[in-house]
């Protein structure tokens, strides 16, 4: 079946071609003709299958025959994801001179108002900037959106969590209706959250809401191409175990990409690395845009080899060349350790994944196994003798004088004052924290 045949535009199809993309995967060859046929949508698929094709291609055919106004909102959770989507609209729409706009925080609001102005056909938003535009904007930024005709939410999974509850609400305020505009929903994890819309009733004279999950995603979710692997440390000698690792002869050339839970770490480990003349880029929510944006095009490039993040990169990014997913700091919820893993061993590639247990992380590596039916494999190549004889020392001093410049550069201060500022509790992967059940 080609895309043609799915009801996508001719010079859409072309397009495609232009990129190397012949054949629908499941999850475009499923939604893309409910989608044009007037359905709402429900898809959830693993990452790296398709996803925004899947809601570019009927969005885009349809703006093709009347394309008017702002046509498409796509809410992301992440800046980098936000740019990624944006960068694939401009590449399909290019041919038919397709207005597109990213409005995400770290850039220029003011700006981004005389872009929303100009009324663009897609706006790619993260939402909590939209939710401020909507807010302090006015309403010669803001109108274009009360006539959209598609809402997109990408990770919708993250997006409909508590996190991102209020900045949704503000947003949803100013869009049309739902019974006026096509609804259009994401993700790689189908939750319950995600699922019981697709019980909400429907405005008379519009289709049901459509659902479609490939191969339920669960039985997709780790690649069989994908080797796990786990080493157990003590957690005082965490950074010098790491080097090792990265510098063993089978990785010392890999492109990796190493998860950490907060930004403080992802910033010691960005620096100690740095010092022990290792190639790293890191990616947290405490770098200005254009910082993080730089990270990612150097990363891609190949001008660095390591890339440390906290999750706003464990989703959605398409960095195809990832060989190796090192786990620094294990995350608390499984499915976040099955979105990070996913940065490897895409499209039948081989990759690896290892985690750096320590003596507080048991029971949450148990949780994993248990989530993914899979025991990790002992890491057996890093030793203790290994690392003190050859790691410990060095990586002990780098750390220590990147902690010192941290300290000099008041590193976190602009966070902590955001704090105080606000009164709320943010935490280290640019969200605000759920409050602990008492």
């Given amino acids: 079946m080609s895309f043609q045949d799915l009801g996508v535009s001719k010079w859409l199809v072309e397009a495609l071609n232009a990129m190397k993309i012949n054949q629908p995967t499941s999850i475009q ?25 899947a809601f570019a291609a009927p969005m885009l055919t349809k703006w093709s025959e009347d394309p008017s106004g702002i046509y498409g909102v796509v809410l992301t959770p992440t800046r980098e994801l936000a740019l990624q989507i944006a960068e694939q609209f401009a590449a399909l729409g290019a041919s038919m001179n397709i207005r597109v706009s990213v409005i995400v925080g770290g850039e220029d609001i003011v700006k981004q108002a005389l872009e929303l102005q100009k009324r663009p056909h897609f706006v790619i938003a993260t939402p909590g900037r939209l939710a401020d535009h909507i807010l302090n904007s006015g309403e010669d930024t803001i109108g274009g959106l009360r006539r959209v005709k598609y809402l997109i939410l990408d990770e919708a999974d993250r997006l409909l969590s508590n996190s991102f509850g209020s900045d949704l609400e503000r947003c949803f305020k100013i869009l049309p209706p739902s019974d006026k505009r096509q609804t259009l929903l994401f993700t790689a994890t189908v939750t319950d959250a995600v699922r019981a819309l697709k019980d909400k009733p429907t405005a008379a004279g519009k289709p049901d809401v459509f659902i479609h999950e490939v191969e339920t995603v669960d039985k997709v979710a780790i690649p069989s191409t994908l080797a796990i692997q786990y080493i ?25 990409i190493v998860f950490v839970n907060k930004t403080h770490t992802a910033e010691v480990l960005r620096r100690t690395l740095r010092k022990l003349e290792l190639r790293v880029a890191s990616l947290h929510s405490e770098m200005p845009q254009t910082e993080r944006t730089n990270s990612l095009h150097r990363f891609r490039a190949g001008a660095a080899r390591i890339l440390i993040a906290t999750d706003v990169a464990s989703r959605g990014l398409d960095i195809p060349s990832v060989e190796l997913v090192i786990n620094y700091d294990i995350p608390a919820d499984a499915d976040d350790f099955i979105h990070r893993v996913g940065r490897t061993a895409r499209a039948g590639r081989k990759g690896t994944s290892i985690s750096v247990v320590t003596e507080k992380d ?37 750390k220590r004088e990147a902690l010192m410049d941290m300290d000099r550069e008041n590193f976190g201060e602009k966070r902590k004052n955001n704090k105080r500022k606000n009164g709320k509790t943010v935490s280290s992967n640019n969200e605000p924290e759920k409050k602990k059940k008492k």
Avoid at 378 to 398: G, H, M, P, R, Y
């Fill in 29 to 53: 060859s499923a939604c893309i003709p409910k989608i044009l046929k007037g359905h709402d949508c429900i898809g959830g698929a693993k990452t790296g299958s398709g996803k925004t094709i």
């Fill in 232 to 256: 157990f440390i003590p957690s005082y000698v965490k950074e010098a175990y790491l080097n090792s690792i990265l510098t063993l002869p089978s990785y010392e050339n890999a492109t990796a």
């Fill in 362 to 398: 048991v029971e949450r590596i148990l949780s994993i196994e248990e989530r993914i039916n899979k025991k990790m494999d002992l890491l057996d190549e890093v030793d203790d003798n290994k690392v003190i004889k050859e790691s410990l020392q060095a990586t002990s001093a780098a």
